[in-house]
């Protein structure tokens, strides 16, 4: 019983941290190797800028899938719309006051590293 008690309280920690990530997912420390998954979603911002946020890293691509589909519930949520941080460090599901940040999702898929970003 106590194993039981303690298996659900560590799976409510975990969906609490895991729930309080996609609020600001700092993107700038990220450091995919060759062979892992990342997730990537394509951005186009409120000053007409195209880019790609790398914003998980994974050994698997089973993981990086369950992640992916993760983040779309939550762009999907937001009506494609996201919020990122100078020097596009961060990205975020909530306006900051007074900063005009306001991002279009242009499309979110995992990719295998080393990835070289196309032209978009």
Not at 36 to 50: E, K, R
Not at 71 to 97: C, D, H, Y
């Given at each position: 019983?106590?194993?039981?008690?303690?298996?659900?309280?560590?799976?409510?920690?975990?969906?609490?941290?895991?729930?309080?990530?996609?609020?600001?997912?700092?993107?700038?420390?990220?450091?995919?190797?060759?062979?892992?998954?990342?997730?990537?979603?394509?951005?186009?911002?409120?000053?007409?800028?195209?880019?790609?946020?790398?914003?998980?890293?994974?050994?698997?691509?089973?993981?990086?899938?369950?992640?992916?589909?993760?983040?779309?519930?939550?762009?999907?949520?937001?009506?494609?719309?996201?919020?990122?941080?100078?020097?596009?460090?961060?990205?975020?599901?909530?306006?900051?006051?007074?900063?005009?940040?306001?991002?279009?999702?242009?499309?979110?898929r995992c990719v295998l590293e080393p990835f070289k970003p196309e032209r978009i």
């Amino acid at each position: 019983m106590m194993k039981h008690t303690l298996a659900i309280l560590t799976m409510g920690l975990i969906t609490v941290f895991s729930a309080q990530s996609y609020a600001a997912e700092d993107v700038s420390k990220l450091n995919p190797q060759p062979g892992q998954w990342t997730t990537v979603v394509a951005i186009f911002d409120h000053l007409n800028n195209h880019y790609l946020l790398k914003t998980s890293v994974h050994d698997d691509v089973e993981s990086c899938a369950a992640r992916l589909e993760n983040i779309a519930g939550q762009i999907k949520k937001a009506n494609g719309v996201v919020f990122t941080a100078p020097r596009n460090t961060k990205l975020s599901f909530e306006k900051e006051e007074g900063i005009e940040n306001e991002a279009k999702v242009l499309e979110v898929r995992c990719v295998l590293e080393p990835f070289k970003p196309e032209r978009i």
